[in-house]
């Protein structure tokens, strides 16, 4: 009982010295990957880069802790944190104060919800997500996030779209106007650095050796060379006044976001009363404050879309500094360039967010300068908070925890059964090579306790990771210890290591998402998938497509997935297969259609594919009165029964009226292979006995023998097909 609820109490049997010094080992080389891929997954979530290290904390070690697996690592992955940034981008403002808190509830939510699942023993819940759909997603989602890191690899800046193709489209405009040299060089070197050492030796911790080599060339020249002024700085009157014009807008964009928001609390206190009350009509009250929303969502549209354009003009200016430029330094345009000025050969250009722009230098009480950043050379992480920060969730403002807990559980349900699904997947792969026992629910407890853990720890969505997994698994790791060791490492990096990530180029971490990502491109899946079945290959495809159309709402691919995956599914069951057999080369009975075989005229064998159910009970009727209509010396009826393996009340029902139907026409009917589980529901119906126990034979063989007796001796088929294979001229298979 213990080991059921505290899994990790069967390490320790036969556990000695030389297995912890594997599992340490084995942790200190997952940390090294870990780290820095955290980091970089932490932005592809919409979120600072220090967030990635709270999420890469505490999950690890309590995923290894509850779950079975002993080598799965736990933590941030590519496709969950795309999944969650896409999940939150309409709520809130990426790396702002609500679109962290929203982010942590999302972990608390998604673990919560596999907590449930695999405590009530519902693993299975995840076979509604399938292969082919899981497939197509995948591949795109893969070339989702990776072509998301091309505005950091190229360095330049664009707002998004509502279409993840009109972004990318954008970018590439902006990198054709401008690109910034150096940092696409940082990242190019990564790249190199990481493919190099792979294929050198496999073992070498790569993405560690490539952040590690381009940080130290970032601190040594210099390559983040951003400074802080004031509007002062800027000799351009045109550029001071877009400035002021985009500010403008956007203290009207927060005016107006806060009347509407104190709006709509006046309007769901009203429908509150309403729905208490019973009252149902429309109050003027109620249609004023209707109005005056409207009004006020189109003044926000236009002052956004004003925005927007300015942001863009600010983003497109390039400035000059002088060589020497001093502590007062003065940035000019080309059209107030003076003549014969020395610059720094720099391009320095504006840093614009979604915010206003700080016009005054100032600096705060911690001494982080705040006004205007003009960008001279390659981002970088920047200032990471030391220490671990341990808490409970805040919850959104405005928000209470339940409407964030309502707001986000559609969301959740998919990211759960995604990350889920990939984890499992990936713990099946080693227990393969290990011959470690699985269990899938407590593999589910353990996820979802991690997420819900790591959201005390301020950590977004996490699950199971395939590189990460694969390096544990091969530096040995023997038990679950390897991934306690993973997260005291990060915990030692968050209390002390921190400013040594100060420097690490941004492009660096674009790269190694993009290096991560390559291995979810499986256009083999799309192949393998039409091969098994041209509908799942088709679903597969369809799927594809419709997760890069709707991009960055990736939700919306895998829910038309899983609706044409259900499709297909019922319109299966409403109409199974029904085969015509007939005697084939081997003895054997084959389906007509398929084999070119010739069907006896008197007795006529037929297959049914498929559960006998509601949502096809008349359909084996239907095709059996086809067989009538179409052979008129048909006298009897043989039904193989091998493929029924479920029956319900409205099959029963159908069997019943088939054979009355038959015996009325002065015909019969037999029935061969009929399983267990039919045969009671026969039985218990009664059914059984109006249908004559002699009339259910074990095997088509055998029912052939004994129907062939009572139909042939009499003379009426010379030549029988179901005698001796006879197939139809130029249709032999």
Sequence with gaps: MLAKIFPFLLWFKDYDGG????????????????????????QLAGLPAYYGLYAAFLPPMVAALFGSSRQLATGPVAVVSLMSAASLEPLATAGGPQFIA?????????GSFQLFLGVFRL????????????NGFTNAAAIVIASSQFSKLFGVYVDKAPHHYQTIANVCKSAIYYTHYPTLMMGVLA??????????????????????????ISYFTNFNNDKIISIDNIKDPAVVQTINDFNFDVVKIKELSTKRAVLNNQLKDILTEAKKSGHHIPSAKELSLNYDLAVIQKKIDTYKETSHKKREKLRRIHFSLAENAGENPEFHTDATLPNGLKTDGCKWRIKVKNKVIQINKKTDAKGNEAGIKMIG?????????????????????????????LQLFPFAIIISLLGFMEAIAIAKSMAAKTGQKLDPNQELIGQGLANIIGAFGQSYAVSGSFSRSAVNLQ???????????????VGITLLFLTPLLYHLPQAVLASVIMMAVIGLVNKDGFVHAWKAKRSDGAISIIAFICTLYFAPHLEEGIMIGVALTFGVFIYKNLRPRVARLSKSADDSLRCVEKFGLKECDHIAVVRFDGSLIFTNASYLEDRVLEIIAEKKDLKHVLVEASGINDIDASGEDALSILIDTLRESGRDISFSGVKEEVYAVLKRTHLLDKLGKQNIYPSGEKALQSIYKQIHDKGECSECPLSHYIPIMGKEK
């Design 123 to 134: 693993g299975l819940v995840v076979n509604l997500l399938s292969h082919p759909v899981v």
């Design 19 to 42: 297995k912890f010094r594997s599992d340490a080992l084995a942790g200190v080389t997952v940390a090294m990957v870990l780290i820095p891929q955290s980091m970089a997954y932490a």
């Design 475 to 489: 530096a040995n790791a023997e038990t679950g210890i390897s991934s306690v060791i993973t997260s005291i490492m």
């Design 377 to 405: 050379a390659g981002a970088v992480v920047g200032t990471i908070p030391e220490g671990l920060t341990i808490g409970i969730p805040k919850s959104p403002e405005n928000t209470t925890y339940f409407e964030a807990f």
């Design 102 to 110: 929203y982010s942590i509830i999302l972990a608390l939510t998604v």
């Design 191 to 216: 790249i190199s650095i990481m493919v190099v050492l792979k294929r050198v030796n496999p073992k070498i911790p790569n993405v560690l050796v490539a952040v590690v080599v381009t940080t130290l």
